[in-house]
């Protein structure tokens, strides 16, 4: 699928580092550290993602607003829908795009892992790899339990992520919850290793 918009080719757009950028439901642009990729998300009544969705192949669905681009040829590589924002983090290795997630209402938070240097059907969805791991580990029934996955870093070639739990009952939120601590193996992210677990993510 290839695009020519005059954002995928905009010059403007400074690159971006190697820290966590936040990307947001409307219309912005985050380069990749060495500027040959780029995430373009689109508000939902900006006409150049409907001209986009319009001229693309149908696996691209009207609530995708997130695209992944090879800016040296236009191509759109991964397409995706976010509900508000987003956390996207360019691995040092200049060959993965992590996309953290954030949930819509009533929504679980999940971790995408896009391959850049050979492209994939579809990303790589950490928190489905995570998840079932987790609950075998946990008491949280998975009804009335909402999960927050996040990646948090790189460390020895491996990724981190912090997984919370949140218990709830008829649609409201317990006190009860709790945070497990994972490292993935990139090129295998079946193979997890768990390093333990605390009463909060953050703050606690």
Not at 17 to 44: E, K, M, R
Not at 115 to 125: A, G, M, N, T
Request: hydrophobic share 35%; with cysteine.
């Amino acid at each position: 699928m290839i695009i020519t918009t005059p954002i995928a080719h905009d010059g403007g757009s400074s690159c971006a580092t190697y820290a966590s950028a936040s990307l947001y439901a409307d219309t912005a642009v985050v380069n990749s550290p060495d500027c040959h990729w780029q995430v373009i998300s689109f508000g939902n009544d900006d006409p150049t993602k409907s001209a986009l969705v319009h001229l693309t192949p149908s696996d691209i669905k009207s609530g995708d607003n997130a695209f992944i681009v090879d800016r040296s040829s236009g191509r759109v590589v991964y397409h995706f829908s976010m509900f508000h924002t987003a956390r996207v983090s360019w691995l040092r290795d200049r060959h993965t795009l992590i996309v953290n997630l954030d949930p819509g209402p009533g929504e679980d938070g999940t971790v995408l892992a896009f391959p850049l240097d050979s492209i994939v059907d579809s990303p790589i969805d950490l928190g489905s790899t995570v998840l079932p791991d987790v609950f075998r580990r946990s008491h949280f029934p998975r009804t009335d339990t909402h999960s927050f996955v996040s990646y948090t870093g790189t460390r020895g070639g491996r990724w981190l992520l912090s997984v919370s739990l949140e218990a709830t009952r008829s649609g409201l939120p317990l006190k009860e919850s709790r945070c497990y601590l994972y490292s993935v193996t990139p090129n295998n992210p079946a193979k997890l290793h768990f390093i333990g677990s605390r009463k909060y993510c953050q703050g606690g």
